[in-house]
């Protein structure tokens, strides 16, 4: 295991984190304020009225895996419950039976090939589903939507893998907007793309460890086995692409408990075998003697993820309530703790920008871990 006195000098010499990133993860996460940017600009060249020309439809389907699920599913929980149309995400290459012409259907996915992408995209051509395709400027996919006069968001070569999800998102926040599925300051793009700017500078290379949030959390991770509690659902897809990308990049193990409904498995964890137990940790004490990885909790807070909705009954029944409630386990327990894009005053940002911060410190973080590491430049060299 790398000592965290090494992997900070690591994190502090750019020379190093350069030599280790052949793919150029780093600038390619720094840039997503600009992805969200020029994304959306090819989003409106694709002429996405004719998409919307309908009206709102009965629902929407979105085909996508990875990095295009987690847009969907971003998609779904910020609509909620109260969504005036159904979001179903599938990875293809079948469309549900259900779907129809009142239907839109959305196939989003980096490269644009295979059966998963183009397959549906014919399908749903043949039964007379609208249709959107978002992927590489050259592929297959660009294809079928040409064939069925569908737009097409052409997404340049340049996109690396595993950093695009903001141009699967972008193009599925407007069209829910163009769709009036909710009002326009919801995804406020302009307002994403300067919380992301600002988080770069925030977390870029060149900023040091001390006031660095994704350097600090990236050294705080390097021997702990995190476990992730979200509160409510959005935080819960930020969760899931967490756990995603540092599980891929970084080769981490993650556990994560969407609340108030893992609530209890959360609590469970954290005061089970694995904690260290109770009692004040002893600061002085030789970490060399730590046996393996030690649990810490990653918190992403949501402070819009709604309020309590049974009074009076025992088991908390709101997001906020629940996340307070595994707090205090991981006290009790000696776990730590860390929180996610709490610097600064995250209090001033809407919940789409606040979000957006959480996953650039997120994607930072695990791309600083797999250059401490050295797994990136082993993986592609």
């Known amino acids: 295991m790398t000592s965290p006195e090494l992997a900070e000098e690591v994190l502090d010499d750019l020379d190093v ?8 993860l780093l600038p390619a996460v720094a840039g997503a304020g600009a992805q969200v ?30 990095e295009g699920a987690v847009a969907a599913s971003v998609l779904r929980a910020l609509l909620g419950p109260a969504s005036p149309v159904t979001v179903d995400v599938v990875p293809g290459p079948d469309l549900p039976v259900w779907t129809g ?18 397959t549906p995209a014919y399908e749903a051509a043949r039964r007379g589903v609208t249709l959107l395709g978002i992927g590489a400027e050259d592929a297959p996919l660009r294809a079928a939507c040409s064939t069925a006069r569908a737009p097409y968001v052409a ?9 695009t999800l903001w141009s699967m998102l972008t193009p599925l926040l407007r069209l829910a907007t163009d769709l009036e599925l909710w009002s326009p300051e919801t995804a406020d793009l302009e307002a994403v793309a300067a919380a992301l700017d600002e988080t770069a500078g925030e977390c870029g290379p060149a900023q040091e460890s001390f006031v660095n949030p994704a350097k600090t959390l990236a050294l705080e991770l390097l021997d702990a086995l995190p476990t992730i509690a979200a509160e409510g659902p959005l935080a819960g897809t930020a969760a899931a692409r967490i756990a995603d990308q540092l599980a891929t990049l970084a080769g981490l193990p993650v556990t994560t408990f969407r609340l108030p409904d893992q609530r209890v498995a959360a609590c469970s964890v954290l005061g089970g075998p694995l904690a260290p137990g109770g009692g004040p940790d002893d600061f002085f004490r030789d970490r ?5 990885r030690r649990l810490r909790l990653l918190t992403i807070r949501d402070t819009d993820a709604g309020e309590h909705d049974g009074a ?26 860390s929180g996610l894009a709490e610097h600064g005053e995250p209090e001033r940002y809407g919940r789409l920008p606040r979000l957006a911060r959480q996953l650039a410190v997120a994607d930072f973080t695990a791309v600083y871990l797999a250059l401490a590491l050295d797994s990136e430049r082993a993986a592609h060299s």
Do not use: K
């Not at 340049?156 to 595993?162: A, D, G, T």
């Open 17 to 24: 984190l350069r030599a280790r990133d052949p793919r150029g």
């Open 37 to 66: 940017r020029e994304t959306a600009r090819l989003t409106e060249e694709a002429g996405l009225e004719r998409v919307t020309a309908g009206g709102r439809p009965r629902g929407l389907v979105i085909v996508a895996r990875r």
């Open 101 to 118: 012409p009142s239907d839109i259907a959305v196939v989003a996915t980096r490269t644009g090939a295979g059966r998963y992408a183009v």
């Open 155 to 163: 997404l340049p070569r340049s996109r690396v893998r595993h950093t």
């Open 288 to 292: 060399a003697e730590d046996a393996g």
């Open 312 to 337: 009076g009954e025992r088991e908390p029944r709101s997001a906020r309530e629940a996340l307070q409630e595994v707090l205090r386990t991981a006290a009790s327990a000696n776990v730590p703790v």
